[in-house]
């Protein structure tokens, strides 16, 4: 059912999504500084700067087999039933090098990744020889390259030149850009940069963001709650957001619901922090103090979105001497609303901090397979389900991902959230939407 409202600047004194997103990303002028951190350390960190290989790699020629390092030329005629019998002169592990160059008629026993002795250019691989004993008698074909190291072999193959090498430089050259700036390191991104030599990587430094709770009912996790008592999920869910949009969350604790303990916490924590997130108190009501503590400490530039659930959202930012402002968020108490004003204003405003310049969450199309409806004049962001067969998602004729709700879309439930790997997006002219309806999708992890 339409309702007759679009996508308008204000709907009831409502900012629209849209421009309440680009209000907060305006207020970040760029990524934060950059730093300097030991490449093992920059997991899913954006590089500041290109990273830039310091040695070859292959820093020399090695062998890609286990064998015996040749002269090509000796095994020349070289056959199945006719081999070639070599003298075995010593043997190069990985890490160590020969003692001098291979002469013509010998072998030498070589690992996998050992350096290629001088005089050999090629490597016969263990399984296409015959290990031959000081007596001359011939061992049994095919054994592993362990052992004790054999007077002779019986060389059962032509070797090429060049045969089994790794030749140095062949993966990476030194001076090489490996990955470019603005690039997410990667678990693979690490190992290149490490394996060219590479200690420390350039990278744009993480936001830093405190996380208040508020609430005279609000208690810590496994604490007594008394008669009133309700258990604190915004902080630590706050908080486990936080990390996930590559932020460093640190723990303001508790306030209660009076505007000098905010006020207070706030105050000790702005000059230390990137980004401040309050949860609770940014409604009407009598106790609802958040925003009028923004207030006392900076600007409020916006509140209340025509979103659903979240209208009741606060940002501003606190003017700090010879630093950038702080940004202030304000996120509803109710858990589901907390979450996903979260996903729509401060995860895109950290990542742009972080550096990312894909900011927002992947999109796809969908297919409602049951009816919803929402609030009028208010775009809303339903906790659902994707259909899945043997694992994968599944898709109708048109490609469109099947969804149902993960269960009932009050924003105090936090098992239909929990459940939930989407977002539908139900635009603020619809009222309801039929079984049938097609919906945007927001992914909220890999499908």
């Not at 979260?342 to 900011?359: K, Q, S």
């Not at 924003?411 to 939930?420: I, P």
Request: net charge negative.
């Amino acid at each position: 059912m339409k309702h007759g409202v679009g996508d308008r600047s204000s709907v009831q004194g409502l900012l629209a999504v849209d421009e309440a997103l680009q209000r907060v990303l305006g207020a970040i002028p760029g990524a934060l500084p950059a730093e300097t951190i030991p490449t093992d350390e920059g997991l899913g960190r954006i590089l500041a700067g290109p990273v830039i290989a310091r040695t070859d790699l292959p820093p020399w020629d090695n062998s890609a087999m286990d064998g015996y390092a040749v002269r090509s030329a000796d095994t020349h005629g070289a056959t199945e039933d006719r081999p070639v019998r070599l003298d075995v002169v010593g043997e190069v592990r990985a890490g160590g090098g020969a003692s001098g160059p291979l002469p013509p008629g010998c072998v030498v026993r070589i690992a996998t990744g050992a350096p290629i002795p001088p005089g050999a250019d090629a490597v016969v691989p263990v399984e296409e020889t015959t290990p031959v004993d000081p007596a001359g008698r011939p061992g049994a074909r095919g054994r592993d390259a362990s052992g004790p190291l054999p007077a002779a072999c019986l060389v059962h193959v032509d070797v090429p030149s060049g045969g089994s090498i790794r030749r140095r430089g062949s993966d990476l050259v030194s001076g090489m850009e490996l990955l470019a700036a603005g690039s997410e390191l990667t678990p693979a991104g690490v190992a290149l940069a490490a394996g060219a030599g590479v200690p420390l990587v350039f990278v744009h430094r993480q936001p830093v963001v405190g996380v208040l709770a508020t609430g005279d009912e609000v208690r810590r996790a496994g604490e007594d709650l008394g008669a009133a008592g309700i258990p604190d999920a915004n902080g630590p869910g706050v908080r486990a957001l936080v990390r996930a949009a590559g932020g460093v969350a640190v723990d303001l604790g508790i306030a209660t619901d009076r505007l000098d303990d905010v006020v207070a916490r706030l105050r000790d924590a702005i000059p230390l922090v990137d980004c401040v997130i309050v949860s609770g108190g940014v409604s009407v009501g009598p106790f609802d103090v958040v925003k009028p503590a923004f207030e006392m400490l900076g600007e409020v530039d916006l509140w209340r979105v025509a979103v659903q659930p979240g209208k009741p959202f606060a940002f501003g930012t606190a003017a700090r001497p010879g630093m950038p402002p702080a940004l202030l968020f304000g996120l509803p108490g109710n858990p589901v609303s907390s979450f996903v004003t979260f996903e729509l204003f401060v995860r895109p405003a950290l990542r742009r901090l972080a550096g990312r310049t894909v900011l927002m969450r992947p999109r796809d199309r969908a297919v409602l397979l049951e009816p919803v409806s929402k609030s009028a004049g208010r775009r809303a962001f339903l906790r659902v389900v994707a259909e899945r067969i043997d694992g994968d998602v599944a898709r109708d004729a048109a490609g469109r991902v099947q969804v149902r709700l993960a269960g009932s879309q009050g924003s105090h439930v936090l098992s239909a959230l929990a459940a939930a790997d989407a977002l539908a997006v139900v635009p603020e002219a619809d009222d309801s939407l039929p079984a049938g309806s097609p919906v945007e999708l927001w992914w909220l992890d890999p499908a």
